[in-house]
């Protein structure tokens, strides 16, 4: 009875699958290597880092962490020898390297930054996103095609053309290397990835349930707030771990329109040098610890991201 | 008892804001919610973008705020137009979105049709292979030095292994014929996940049964490639080419992070010529000009983009 939905006549045979299956996966392991290159990396010691050939095989150390989070000065044996008893395995570390923990590094700080930036500016975004795609969603906006334009075209523009007048402009106003105008700026640059996924977050939640609110009593802001919101949730964690990530990623704004106390980590970590130049396995734990949280999102992510890079103009 | 009082005597007190905000009309609601976004983008997009336009015309330089501005006229956009140096910038942009997006359009296609075969594990490792792609290009881009130093990275090593090139001599960034393409690896590295992901969803786009017509009309696979799976992936493959396109005419952090734009000015594409001439030759007017004349070379992008993403969402 069933022998017509059992197979269908056009699926790929095994052979194919076989086939697909092994370059796939060949793909995927050969462009995985970089990433586990640099988690290798972060726990060679600076001379296993760029040994020749490339060690494969290597004892772990933690010293590319321990450098990463301490600045330090090299001192004489005869100076070491007169210290106390190392204090914790970083410190003992460094003093096989005649060098002495002079402090912390500017790493923390710097992720610090890119926490409150990142996290402050997704606030904003996706607060403004929410309330203005609920507007195009649910109102007849005049012109809301050419509002809808302008928004994203704003995502288009080059960052160091936008940077030239936004440093004039944040110099005038004094927010230059600034938290708050760093999450001005992302706020911005977000706000139009926001709108677009929400709306089309939005549009996909039945009119009737607010109808049905607003007959029962409530006014359109409670219906928003009590019937839309809920139903938005997915959407709106979406949009907000997108434009975290954004956020989270950017170096041209922050490179040129941050310096010091408002530097976030990608502009600090390729700064990371040891002595004679980059020390590798610092710069691999800085990257390590940055990569990490983006991994995590990725893996939550993976049934929206065609939605999100496409501005939600492609739905599965 | 307390409680229900003062409950009724809330009831019953008109709060001002709340009366407003209740009474507000569907059209008022409209822009209450949509205008602090518009206002925002104003401040911080288009406000910023009328002073770099105002900039264009003048011979203006940040480092020197208290000189006098002079009013230059269209001359800044004359130099540019006739600047031996913005035109070869221009080639090697145009020469890095070409083959950046050629590549990645190949391998990405061809990876999603591989994934549709729909063999088992499919979606780990389609999850494995998006990872490249959420990272971000700066710190990604700059671990690549690394990998690209000659004899102790491990790009380098390799290549030599399959080459028997003495490892030494494998110099990716500093040698000027494979510093273009040390950027394009790079990228292609990162953003073929993208593509394939674009094009993965126009192939899962295509009905099944139009594959079953084509099998009963005994159509060959190879003619139902070219007759039903390309032309009907074709708008995705072309929505992921013009982001791409977009994304990489205004690449920055990248190639800034691998290369500056070395060696000499081999991989200096727009963007780091603008940065260049704003930021280090402080040249604001003439830069300004030359960001004006970029944003109207993606606008026109964008514009087609918009059109093409209506057609695809039209289907």
């Known amino acids: ?316 | 008892m307390l409680n229900r009082t003062a409950d009724n005597v809330a009831r019953a007190t008109p709060e001002p804001l709340a009366k407003k905000i209740r009474g507000i009309s569907d059209k008022g609601l409209a822009w209450l919610f949509i205008s602090p976004t518009i206002l925002l983008l104003l401040a911080i997009n288009i406000f910023p973008l009328f002073w770099a336009i105002y900039l264009s015309f003048t011979n203006y330089r940040a480092n020197r705020p208290n000189e006098v501005v002079k009013n230059l006229g269209l001359a800044n956009y004359q130099r540019i137009l006739g600047d031996h140096d913005v035109w070869i910038a221009m080639q090697t942009t145009a020469h890095f979105v070409f083959w950046t997006i050629l590549l990645q359009t190949v391998i990405g296609f061809t990876l999603a049709w591989l994934i549709d075969r729909k063999f088992r594990g499919h979606a780990f490792w389609t999850t494995i292979i998006l990872v490249p792609m959420m990272l971000s290009p700066a710190v990604v881009g700059n671990f690549w030095r690394f990998l690209y130093e000659p004899q102790i990275g491990l790009f380098s090593y390799v290549i030599s292994f399959v080459t028997g090139i003495p490892p030494t001599n494998v110099q990716m960034l500093s040698n000027v014929e494979l510093a273009p393409w040390a950027i394009i690896i790079v990228d292609t590295w990162m953003w073929t996940p993208y593509v394939m992901l674009i094009c993965l969803a126009g192939l899962r786009s295509i009905p099944e049964y139009i594959y079953e017509a084509a099998e009963v009309d005994r159509a060959s696979n190879w003619r139902q490639f070219w007759s039903i799976t390309l032309p009907m992936a074709l708008p995705f493959i072309m929505l992921a080419v013009l982001f791409r396109g977009i994304e990489n005419f205004k690449m920055f952090d990248m190639v800034n992070l691998l290369t500056g734009g070395g060696p000499g000015s081999t991989t200096e594409v727009a963007s780091i010529t603008l940065k260049r001439q704003a930021f280090e030759s402080w040249r604001t007017g003439y830069s300004s000009a030359f960001a004006i004349i970029l944003f109207v070379a993606v606008f026109g992008l964008a514009n087609i983009y918009v059109k093409a993403l209506n057609k695809v969402k039209q289907r």
């Open chain 1, 1 to 316: 009875m069933s022998l017509t939905t059992a197979h269908s006549v056009v699926a790929p045979s095994s052979n194919a699958k076989l086939i697909a299956g092994t370059i796939i996966i060949a793909y995927a392991l050969i462009s995985i290597v970089p990433l586990l290159w640099i988690f290798a990396t972060s726990f060679k010691t600076p001379p296993d880092s760029i040994a020749y050939p490339p060690k494969i095989v290597f004892q772990p150390s933690i010293e590319g962490y321990c450098n990463l989070f301490t600045t330090r000065t090299r001192q004489t044996p005869e100076y070491i020898n007169s210290l106390g008893p190392a204090t914790g395995f970083c410190d003992e570390t460094v003093r096989k390297r005649n060098m002495v923990i002079a402090g912390p590094s500017n790493f923390l700080p710097r992720f610090v930054n890119s926490l409150i930036i990142a996290f402050g500016s997704t606030f904003c975004a996706v607060f403004l996103g929410t309330l203005s795609a609920y507007g195009f969603s649910r109102f007849k906006v005049p012109l809301a095609d050419d509002l809808l334009f302008f928004i994203l075209s704003t995502r288009f523009m080059p960052p160091i053309a936008v940077a030239i007048p936004i440093y004039l402009m944040y110099r005038e106003l004094g927010l230059s290397d600034t938290a708050l105008g760093m999450i001005l700026l992302y706020t911005a640059v977000n706000v139009s990835l926001a709108v677009w996924l929400l709306k089309g977050f939005i549009d996909e939640i039945p009119r009737e349930y607010e109808e049905a609110a607003m007959i029962d009593g409530y006014t359109r802001l409670q219906a928003f707030w009590r019937t839309v919101l809920p139903q938005a949730t997915t959407g709106i964690a979406a949009t907000a771990i997108f434009c975290l990530i954004f956020a989270w990623n950017e170096y041209a704004f922050a490179a040129l329109l941050t310096s010091g106390t408002a530097q976030t980590a990608p502009p600090f970590i390729p700064t990371i040098i040891g002595e004679g130049g980059q020390d590798w396995p610092a710069v691999a734990a800085g990257t390590t610890i940055f990569l990490v949280p983006i991994l995590v999102f990725t893996i939550l992510l993976r049934k929206q991201l065609l939605r999100g890079i496409t501005f939600g103009a492609v739905r599965k």
